[in-house]
């Protein structure tokens, strides 16, 4: 069962408003991510965060906007989306990024995601 | 970050092994190779990793080629509940787990 919870699991949105998506984990995991994933498509790498900072941003459309308020947190806010942004966004966190070692390797787990519609 | 080639879908019968292979020629020395698998509309579920050595876990087995080029996922006793889209990945340092196309698992009765 995974460990990592993000709300909410639907989210409908207007191309003007503001909106967020919410993101936790206690597994006392220091790397999280933000994965989109169209239908049919496989995930897509969008944001990696490393001890509250953000490591990795992959040209992400500034309409997007990453925050990480603590180790078990992670947001992502949205606004002014375009319909084609809607899609699954997925969280997920790992123990770190760095040296891996054979025990975890660190892997990465995923929450349930969050479907979002922008109208 | 390596790039993985996987095919795009396969068959198999309830209660046989399930083969699924991946090719990672590009894969670096430090990188692992990962496999996930994704049931409909929920998350990628983690299944198992190996860097060089054949692995095993209550889900399956990973068995990487010698030359690190290539990986099998074994399920050893398909059921229905395995029908998933499984995608082989790989990660090093960087925290980059880039997912390819995936081989969509159909388990038949």
């Known amino acids: 069962d995974t460990e990592v919870t993000q709300t909410p699991k639907h989210l409908v949105m207007g191309m003007t408003n503001k909106k967020s998506l919410k993101c936790e984990q206690h597994?006392?995991?220091?790397?999280m991510y933000w994965y989109k994933q169209k239908a049919k498509k496989p995930p897509e790498l969008m944001f990696v965060?490393?001890?509250?900072?953000?490591?990795i941003n992959e040209s992400v459309p500034s309409r997007f906007s990453p925050e990480c308020p603590n180790s078990s947190l992670l947001n992502l806010h949205l606004h002014a989306l375009q319909p084609e942004d809607s899609a699954l966004y997925l969280c997920?966190?790992?123990?770190?990024?760095?040296?891996?070692?054979?025990?975890?390797?660190?892997?990465?787990?995923f929450g349930e995601g969050s479907w979002l519609t922008v109208v | 970050d390596a790039k993985t080639t996987q095919p795009p879908s396969m068959d198999c019968a309830e209660g046989r092994a399930a083969n699924l292979p991946c090719n990672h020629s590009?894969?670096?020395?430090?990188?692992?190779v990962y496999w996930y698998r994704q049931i409909h509309s929920q998350g990628p579920q983690y299944i198992i990793h190996?860097?060089?050595n054949n692995e095993t876990n209550e889900m399956a087995s990973l068995i990487i080629t010698e030359d690190r080029k290539s990986s099998t996922l074994i399920l050893p006793h398909a059921t229905l509940r395995d029908t998933a889209v499984y995608y082989c990945?790989?990660?090093?340092?960087?925290?980059?787990?880039?997912f390819g196309q995936g081989t969509t698992l159909q388990v038949k009765p």
């Open positions: 990945t790989s990660s090093g340092n960087t925290g980059k787990l880039i």
């Open positions: 597994m006392g995991h220091r790397a």
């Open positions: 590009t894969i670096s020395g430090n990188e692992y």
């Open positions: 190996g860097l060089k």
């Open positions: 965060y490393s001890y509250e900072k953000l490591s």
């Open positions: 997920a966190s790992s123990l770190r990024i760095g040296p891996v070692d054979r025990r975890d390797g660190n892997t990465i787990y």
